[in-house]
């Protein structure tokens, strides 16, 4: 039972990580939702290119780019992964080691599908250092609590799950968000 809550707690914390309305919503700061962190919008409306995701890799400075990885949606991944150089070649590098992320443009890939469908104006994607440019804030483990009165006439049990966590981006230059250009 704390093994399921767990997994829908950690679920609740990604989306909160990139999405987030931040404290006063008693909310992590999402890296979407904070003013200030750049956006870098696609050359088009309608597709990604290679040279899309070169300039958002070249937006974040030399400190936080050696660090960086891409975080995007499995459909933003799905794709870039039919993305070919001028030779007909896949960008995409696929890992061959079990545990190791796949790469692009020689930068781990990360899959998070709470990113907004490729349309115009929506963020699709971040590259960046993420432990340099975001901070997450949290207590040590959670606590499961029984409730058998609440729930007694219907001759049920309850179970409330509490964890505190927080976070927010603590270096906008550290990362960048790739949004599709507007019509």
């Known amino acids: 039972l704390a093994d399921s809550f767990e997994r829908a707690f950690a679920e609740a ?3 909160a990580f990139l999405r987030g309305e931040g404290h006063a919503n008693n909310q992590p700061e999402g890296i979407l939702t904070t003013s200030g962190v750049q956006r870098i919008e696609t050359a088009g409306a309608a597709a990604i290119t290679i ?36 030779q007909g070649d896949y960008i995409w ?5 079990a545990g190791t992320p796949n790469t692009l443009l020689g930068r781990p890939v990360y ?7 490729f349309d ?6 971040v590259f ?12 040590t483990g959670g606590a499961l609590t029984r409730i ?11 179970f409330k799950y509490r964890r505190r966590v927080g976070g927010g981006v603590i270096r906008k230059n550290a990362l960048k968000i790739l949004m599709v250009k507007s019509a």
């Open 13 to 15: 914390e990604a989306l």
């Open 51 to 86: 040279d899309d995701l070169i300039r958002l890799q070249y937006a974040v400075p030399t400190q936080y780019r050696r660090n960086g990885v891409f975080l995007m949606s499995s459909e933003l991944e799905m794709m870039v992964r039919t993305l070919k150089n001028n």
């Open 93 to 97: 590098q696929p890992s061959v080691q």
């Open 111 to 117: 899959t998070q599908d709470d990113f907004d469908a």
């Open 120 to 125: 115009a104006g929506k963020d699709v994607a």
């Open 128 to 139: 960046g250092d993420f432990k340099s440019g975001y901070r997450i804030l949290d207590r």
């Open 148 to 158: 058998n009165e609440l729930y007694i006439e219907e001759g049920l049990i309850g």
